[in-house]
């Protein structure tokens, strides 16, 4: 957000409130309670729901729209990576919610040797970068530089890190989600 010189402080709410409505275990418990609860179960409609209507003793948090839209805007589970929202911080958000879960989980599943970094596609992996550096570099560098090219009409990445990203989503979904 600074660096594309937008609304940090706007970027910074909708970033603390939009995985509050997360499960234990993650998306596998959010599965779990969306099997088994009548309407089903999503996060983000629990964390608007906690911002909304829990938080303050049931009175929620005197939150903005552009907010309230960034937290319910910033899943992609296996759909677009780059999506339509309100605001470009929340743009950003879904963003860097994406680049940190990547990186991380990457880094956690060969840590707890559920996958090595053999198996990891090896296309993607050498263009986005082997170290968590190096990814989060190439990622970021990428989305500053394809937002400002595309004149600040959304936050995009180019066309290019948008495959290799989506090709290793659909890699921690199949191996180790």
Avoid: W
């Avoid at 983000?44 to 948090?61: A, F, H, I, N, P």
């Avoid at 879904?94 to 596609?121: E, M, S």
């Amino acid at each position: 957000a600074r660096a594309l010189r937008l609304n940090e402080d706007l970027t910074e709410a909708i970033a603390l409130g939009h995985d509050l409505g997360h499960t234990p275990f993650g998306h596998a418990g959010e599965k779990s309670l969306h099997a088994i609860l009548p309407g089903g179960f999503s996060h983000v409609d629990q964390s608007v729901r906690v911002v909304e209507r829990l938080e303050l003793d049931g009175r929620g948090l005197n939150l903005t729209l552009e907010v309230i839209d960034g937290i319910r805007t910033h899943s992609k589970g296996l759909g677009p990576i780059v999506a339509p929202a309100a605001t470009l911080e929340a743009q950003v958000v879904r963003l860097a919610d994406l680049v940190a879960y990547i990186n991380h989980d990457i880094d956690d599943a060969v840590r707890a040797g559920v996958i090595t970094a053999a198996d990891i596609p090896s296309g993607p992996i050498d263009r986005v970068g082997r170290t968590h550096g190096a990814r989060i570099g190439t990622m970021v560098g990428d989305i500053i530089e394809e937002t400002v090219r595309e004149g600040y009409t959304h936050v995009a990445m180019s066309p290019g890190l948008e495959r290799d990203c989506g090709v290793l989503r659909e890699f921690l979904y199949a191996r180790v989600y």
